[in-house]
């Protein structure tokens, strides 16, 4: 799988945000993940809006911009406690 991955990686031109995420698709469905977070990291290099990218890596939208669900949890006023996020008063 990974002989397969270089062999995809090599015909990838730098700036084909499109092929970068189909390769981060296939190499995520091919259960090689750190390759596949390279590749969604490279989609939201190119485009900071690629929706699935984003999601793939686990962020959100807030206020018309991708951040980490731990941020979005921060700027709602959440804090962490005991690995939950919880308001100050509870």
């Given amino acids: 799988v990974l002989d397969e ?3 995809r990686l090599a015909k990838l031109r730098a700036d084909d945000a499109a092929g970068w995420l189909e390769l981060a698709k ?5 259960g090689l993940g ?19 990218a984003n999601l793939a ?11 980490s669900e731990q941020e979005s949890y921060r700027a709602r006023g959440l804090v962490p406690f005991e690995g939950e996020w919880i308001t100050p008063a509870e």
């Fill in 5 to 7: 991955y270089d062999e």
């Fill in 26 to 30: 296939w190499a995520d469905g091919e």
């Fill in 34 to 52: 750190t390759q596949a977070r390279r590749g969604y990291e490279r989609v939201v290099a190119l485009d900071p809006q690629n929706v699935d």
């Fill in 57 to 67: 890596l686990g962020r959100v939208l807030l206020d018309g911009r991708w951040v």
